[in-house]
């Protein structure tokens, strides 16, 4: 790499702290198959993937790595590549049909199986309660505009923190709001597929955040004592296009004010989650469509959390400084033939650095990369093996500098690689490969990656191959 951006520090050794956590993720709906088995109720996504023309090439997640039956070669993957923790999530309308009312006992005993199984193999399993795959149902009572929607979420958290938090390890609420609000009800690309105006856009959101602050209490009542709980939104980062302090400090203030893009706005959403309440600059920018909001909701939305959860995979935008005093951001485009990746995606490690950072100075907790990874054109070469460089240089890159932010003093908590196995993309059907696992779409063969194997002595030496 030439670009400045992609300097590293190669000066100190990157070791990480002794109690970091090794992890990789996956989503129900990217990777279970099996919708109509064993009892499952259909989800918003369910729907999309039968609208003509909303998915890439028509895919669907009906069977994707039909893990819902090969979850015992999935976890054998996982513990051969050595994981620590294992982020699932648990599929809502798989173990509640219609979303609220009557639970499905094949639903709740496969996840039952799926924890033993992760446990016996020495790996902490970590539930996220929604990744996108809203119960159809639900959806079709109002969804999130539904002033019911935060109390099915809690009804729902109640049932699987009764049936598993005696063994979950961590738990996340929500999984990226900005998306299954703003991609899903405000842009229309994601499910359900709605183009709301902002007031609903708003009133929802104010529900989901209701959901999360109701779904905490419920977990802090029914899970282990000392699970770790907190939610995986995006997080929009900002990143200096020097490190000089005012390039620095606009990239900061960029990060914590309210975009005209509802959806890219990190404030919005963790302001209320950490903070209590609502930043003032969206306050004044959407108070004509603001919903009632009373101290009591902001009260209810701010739970106690254990960690700042971060979903990050590139920089939003590369700023420095305006240079006029007013210390606002100006945006510097990147170079032509800057690095991207298949997804044309930016590849800025710096943004896990400043993310860390900005995230941890302002919300005061353990940082924890909930998300992060990178989609290579992956294939099965001539030798019968995946070869991913692009992939384990992105990786050692994007962790060098989380190992930075470290020994610069945020507490880095762990890191959960984005994905396990290569999955449904959403409305990008299976044209993107994120696993450190290959998988043939047609045989469900698993081949481990390259990166898989790079991946295995990282967390073995706790980061000290960087
Ligand atoms: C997201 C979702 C994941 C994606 C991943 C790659 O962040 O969009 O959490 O389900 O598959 O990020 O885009």
Redesign the pocket.
């Known amino acids: 790499m030439t670009t400045s951006n992609m300097s590293m520090s190669t000066d100190t050794p990157r070791a990480f702290p002794k109690n970091f956590l090794w992890g990789a993720a996956t989503?129900a709906y990217?990777i279970e198959g099996a919708a109509a088995g064993d009892g499952r109720g259909p989800s918003v996504w369910d729907d999309l993937c039968k609208q003509p023309g909303r998915i890439w090439e028509g895919h669907t997640g009906d069977v994707a790595c039909d893990h819902y039956h090969r979850w015992r070669e999935d976890v054998a993957l996982m513990r051969e590549i050595g994981l620590q923790a294992y982020r699932f999530s648990i599929s809502w309308p798989r173990v509640i049909p219609g979303g609220t009312g009557a639970s499905n006992e094949k639903g709740l005993a496969f996840y039952d199986r799926l924890i033993d199984a992760l446990l016996a193999a020495g790996i902490q399993p970590w539930v996220t309660l929604n990744?996108?795959d809203y119960p159809l149902a639900l959806h079709r009572r109002g969804g999130w505009l539904n002033p019911e929607s935060p109390h099915w979420f809690s009804e729902y958290t109640e049932l699987v923190a009764k049936r598993h938090g005696d063994r979950v390890a961590g738990w996340f609420t929500h999984?990226?709001p900005q998306?299954f609000i703003g991609v899903g009800l405000q842009e229309g690309r994601h499910a359900p597929g709605l183009r709301l105006g902002i007031s609903d856009v708003l009133a929802a959101a104010h529900h989901t955040l209701l959901a999360h602050g109701l779904s905490v209490q419920a977990l802090r009542a029914r899970a282990r004592r000392d699970a770790r709980i907190g939610w995986?939104p995006?997080a929009h980062v900002h990143v200096p296009a020097t490190d000089s302090a005012a390039d620095v400090a606009a990239a900061k203030r960029a990060c914590f004010t309210i975009e005209s893009d509802f959806m890219k706005n990190n404030t919005w959403w963790s302001d209320p989650v950490y903070l209590g309440r609502y930043p003032d600059d969206g306050l004044a920018r959407f108070a004509p469509h603001l919903p009632k909001i009373t101290d009591a909701d902001m009260r209810t939305i701010c739970q106690p959390l254990d960690f700042c959860g971060l979903?990050i995979?590139t920089a939003e935008r590369l700023v420095r400084d305006s240079g006029d005093g007013g210390g606002r951001a100006v945006t510097v485009p990147e170079p032509p033939g800057f690095p991207m990746t298949h997804?044309r995606g930016t590849v800025h490690p710096e943004s896990l650095y400043h993310g860390a950072r900005f995230f941890h100075e302002r919300y005061k907790l353990p940082v924890l990369i909930t998300?992060n990874?990178i989609?290579c054109a992956d294939w099965i070469a001539l030798d019968g093996r995946v070869h991913d460089p692009n992939r384990i240089d992105f990786l050692a890159r994007y962790l060098r500098e989380f190992s930075r932010a470290g020994r610069d003093g945020v507490p880095v908590a762990g890191y959960f690689h984005?994905?396990l196995l290569d999955?449904f993309?959403?409305a990008q059907g299976f044209q993107?490969r994120?696993g450190l696992v290959h998988v043939d779409m047609q045989t469900q063969k698993r081949t481990l990656k390259d990166s898989a194997r790079w991946y295995s002595e990282i967390i073995r030496t706790n980061g000290g191959g960087l």
């Open positions: 989503a990217q990744h996108w999984n990226e998306c995986a995006i979903n995979y997804m998300e990874g989609s984005w994905s999955n993309e959403w993107h994120f």
